[in-house]
């Protein structure tokens, strides 16, 4: 999908020669995709506590 985006040239290369990205593409992709796992991470971190995990095998097995 084509996009067009008004991103400073100065940050655009920045990013490039920070993240070794060879492509403008490659850089926006691998950004959003890190934005993407940062935000379910944080998301995981926030329910910390809020799951049990004590699972009886035994209970599971007789259930079947």
Same mark, same amino acid.
Request: aromatic residues 0%; glycine residues 4%.
């Given at each position: 999908?084509?996009?067009?985006?008004?991103?400073?040239?100065?940050?655009?290369?920045?990013?490039? $020669?920070?993240?070794?990205?060879?492509? $403008?593409?490659?850089?926006?992709?691998?950004?959003?995709?890190?934005?993407?796992?940062?935000? $379910?991470?944080?998301?995981?971190?926030?329910?910390?506590?809020?799951?049990?995990?004590?699972?009886?095998?035994?209970?599971?097995?007789?259930?079947?």
């Amino acid at each position: 999908m084509r996009t067009t985006l008004d991103i400073p040239k100065k940050l655009i290369d920045e990013a490039m $020669k920070v993240t070794g990205a060879s492509t $403008k593409s490659q850089l926006i992709k691998d950004a959003l995709q890190g934005e993407i796992d940062r935000a $379910k991470r944080k998301r995981l971190i926030a329910r910390k506590g809020t799951i049990d995990l004590e699972i009886d095998l035994e209970s599971l097995r007789d259930r079947a």
